[in-house]
């Protein structure tokens, strides 16, 4: 490996580095419970469950062509995901606290039209 080549994946794993931090920074209690808000006497928030998703890879080469002539080259990328949702409401009143789960009716409604989907199919065979 070359020192250019050396020194531009330096660059690029500098830059990925960066980038992953901003995509899986660290966790607190504010990424995971929303601010309280007093409704009347009671206190309530939200509980979120985060995904976080990523990856990288970096590499080079050299070689020759059909004619003889030297090349090379190297590279890397990357890219992830952080994305949250909703999972619980939580009440505390003066006499005890409520958590109640958040369904997502989008995913049980997909769930059931593949399951659907995968029953038709295994019949219709």
């Known amino acids: 490996m070359t020192d250019a080549t050396a020194s531009e994946l330096g660059a690029v794993a500098g830059s990925v580095s960066e980038a992953m931090h901003g995509i899986f920074g660290e966790t607190s209690p504010s990424n995971l419970f ?3 808000t007093q409704v009347g006497d009671d206190l309530v928030f939200t509980a979120v469950a985060w995904e976080r998703m990523g990856g ?3 590499g080079s080469g050299q070689g020759q062509d059909e004619r003889g ?3 090379g080259g190297s590279g890397g990328g990357g890219g992830g995901i952080s994305q949250g949702r909703p999972v619980a ?8 606290v409520e958590v109640k789960p958040v369904v997502d009716f989008t995913k049980v409604g997909i769930t059931v039209l593949l399951s659907l989907i995968a029953v ?6």
């Open 34 to 36: 929303s601010s309280p």
């Open 56 to 58: 990288f890879g970096f």
């Open 69 to 71: 002539d030297q090349g």
């Open 89 to 96: 409401v939580i009440r505390v009143t003066g006499t005890g």
């Open 120 to 125: 038709w199919k295994a019949v219709r065979r």
